[in-house]
């Protein structure tokens, strides 16, 4: 018999692992597509039925709608990546342990793919819906938006990674993430920018790392937005220190994951 090696293995776990992510989000039943983009839906319903609202909202030469639907996918593919990591070394996911093929690690990263395909798709539909009704969809800086996006899914990955291993040994972690989910929604500049913000607010909104992603992302999109608040050196220290942290902590209690 010959045998594989380490890398072929790996990715053999990592795509099987995707097609059991897509059969439990999926499943068989056609109207398990529909739940798969519920929320994408959702937002679409939502911005049609504030439109009178938004317009009181109006920046000259930006389109609201379009402003809040980058924005609020961003968050969400965020917030998703998060919480979806964070589960993986728990509930069903610990039976697949007895593979000796099949490392905890593995499901990490096959959530983290499966959730950014999903996620890819999503933004498909509303950009396919915000052509057909004629939105403004042009791009300021292609290049810089693509950055935006690559750098808020390492960003995501590395809270994700550090999630899943503090998650599975404190369960108040677990319960403390996601109690902040909702004022970060809040509080992450996804339903505005930091510039029409008071200069008091300013200062304390800039703690928040996710706010500078979503400057860079709406700042890079938008012709009439600028990225003038993002900080760089923060986003990195907030990217780097937490995927390598979150990477060492799982190297050391691999074993300990497996057998809890």
């Given at each position: 018999m010959t045998k594989r090696k380490p890398f072929t293995i790996f990715k053999s776990s990592i795509f099987a692992l995707f097609l059991i992510e897509m059969y439990d989000s999926v499943g068989i039943k056609k109207s398990g597509y529909f739940w798969l983009f519920f929320d994408v839906l959702f937002i679409v319903f939502i911005f049609a039925g504030v439109r009178g609202f938004l317009r009181g909202l109006h920046i000259p030469g930006l389109d609201s709608i379009v402003f809040l639907a980058i924005n609020v996918s961003a968050f969400?593919?965020?917030r998703t990546t998060v919480q979806m990591l964070m589960s993986s070394f728990g509930g069903a996911s610990k039976k697949l342990f007895d593979y000796r093929q099949i490392k905890p690690?593995?499901?990490?990263?096959?959530k983290f793919i499966f959730n950014t395909f999903i996620r890819i798709l999503a933004v498909f539909i509303l950009l396919f819906i915000g052509w057909y009704f004629e939105f403004d969809l042009s791009i300021k800086d292609f290049n810089m938006v693509m950055l935006a996006v690559l750098w808020l899914a390492v960003f995501s990955f590395g809270i994700g990674m550090?999630?899943?291993?503090l998650g599975n040994f404190f369960e108040a972690y677990k319960k403390i993430l996601g109690f902040m989910m909702l004022p970060l929604l809040f509080t992450s500049a996804v339903f505005y920018t930091v510039d029409s913000l008071p200069?008091?607010?300013?200062v304390y909104i800039l703690y928040n790392p996710v706010v500078h992603f979503m400057e860079l992302l709406h700042g890079s999109y938008f012709h009439v937005l600028d990225t003038k608040y993002v900080d760089y050196i923060y986003m990195t220290y907030w990217t780097v220190i937490p995927l390598f942290l979150g990477l060492y902590l799982y190297a050391k209690s691999e074993e300990n994951i497996i057998a809890s």
């Open positions: 969400f593919y965020f690690i593995d499901i990490v990263i096959s550090l999630s899943a291993v200069a008091e607010f300013r």
